[in-house]
């Protein structure tokens, strides 16, 4: 499994995700989401799942297995959030709440991409997952 100092790939509910393996307080920055820079032509060309667009011009696709950060699993209730830099270059990902080790890491995926993506599937986020039983 793929491990950085603050946090570790490893089985969650939704196949792979990212935990922590140190207490992160709200606010604090636990990664970036790194990547090839792309057109939005070629992520349309492309498709893929680790696509994170940065505007309507640009998009890092985040697809190999070194960028940890494509590991973090959407969350209808999420414990991080991620931000554009302010030339909408870069994107980090900040804790939205107090975050313990041992917990997934989560961020909430947008409309567009649970309308088409995860809601045909099922939602499998602890959220989704708890109150479907």
Not at 1 to 16: E, F
Not at 55 to 66: S, V
Request: aromatic share 10%; proline share 4%; charged share 30%.
């Amino acid at each position: 499994m793929s491990r950085t100092k603050n946090v570790i790939v490893q089985r969650s509910s939704a196949g792979l995700g990212l935990f922590a393996t140190v207490p992160f307080a709200k606010g604090d920055f636990v990664i970036e989401y790194t990547g090839e820079v792309i057109s939005d032509e070629e992520a349309q060309r492309r498709g893929g799942k680790y696509l994170f667009e940065l505007n309507d011009k640009w998009t890092i696709d985040g697809k190999g297995r070194q960028h940890i950060a494509r590991y973090i699993n959407h969350s209808c209730k999420p414990n991080c959030e991620p931000q554009l830099n302010d030339d909408e270059t870069r994107v980090f990902i900040y804790a939205k709440k107090k975050i313990t080790p041992g917990e997934e890491l989560t961020y909430n995926y947008g409309v567009d991409y649970f309308r088409r993506v995860i809601k045909p599937l099922g939602c499998r986020c602890s959220k989704c997952s708890t109150t479907a039983k």
